[in-house]
């Protein structure tokens, strides 16, 4: 019988302390030395690269100083409503924005940008290719735009290692191939496969290994 895993502890906040820059340094001092009244920034890259993460360290960071902050995605319900002193307005996967949403989106970027707000944005794709109404479209392309690159393989076992010793687990260089040879290899995923696996180990009480982690893709009916 497998021992259910108890949670150990919340997920450390996403911050700049905790990203790994890589190829990213210019978007990031970018980003760092924002202020009020700042033009739109909008972040844009392939999934696992970054921009979710880099959005919640601004909100972060912005929320320790005693800013205001508000943040919408598409799974943020309507109607959108910000606080009456907005400082930063944050609009994460706008491609996937319904209709409502836009123009919610639209709405919200005028008048924050009207009131001296920063407007922060990231999508998969650059302003001019979102599938969004044009006036949205042209508002999100307006200020810096910023293609975040995906981490280098070292960076990426350097992150996964950080992770991991953070949760106290010891992934062997076997498993980390593995890992970086089965799956795919952006960062958000790696991740996500490393959790599943952490809960697997302590469920098995079995050490991380691959055949652990080839049992443990069995059992959940993968090849």
């Not at 109607?79 to 123009?103: M, R, S, T």
């Amino acid at each position: 019988m497998k021992q259910i895993p108890l949670a150990i502890g919340a997920e450390p906040a996403r911050t700049f302390e905790n990203f790994l820059p890589g190829p990213n340094a210019a978007a990031i001092a970018h980003l760092l030395a924002l202020g009020p009244g700042a033009p739109p920034v909008y972040l844009w890259s392939a999934a696992g690269s970054g921009k979710t993460h880099l959005l919640h360290a601004i909100v972060h960071r912005a929320q320790e100083r005693g800013e205001s902050t508000a943040w919408f995605s598409a799974e943020s319900t309507l109607p959108w409503q910000v606080p009456e002193h907005c400082d930063w307005l944050v609009f994460d996967d706008c491609g996937a924005f319904d209709e409502a949403q836009q123009h919610a989106a639209f709405s919200l970027f005028v008048d924050a940008t009207g009131r001296g707000a920063v407007v922060l944005a990231a999508g998969g794709v650059p302003p001019v290719d979102l599938a969004v109404r044009e006036d949205l479209r042209t508002r999100l392309g307006w200020g810096h735009v910023f293609a975040l690159e995906p981490l280098a393989e070292p960076e990426v076992r350097a992150a996964l290692r950080r992770e991991a010793d953070r949760r106290g687990t010891f992934l062997s260089d076997d498993v980390m191939d593995y890992l970086l040879t089965r799956f795919a290899r952006d960062l958000s995923h790696l991740m996500a496969q490393l959790d599943r696996l952490d809960k697997f180990s302590l469920s098995t009480k079995r050490a991380i290994t691959v055949p652990l982690l080839k049992q443990m893709q069995a059992e959940e009916g993968e090849t």
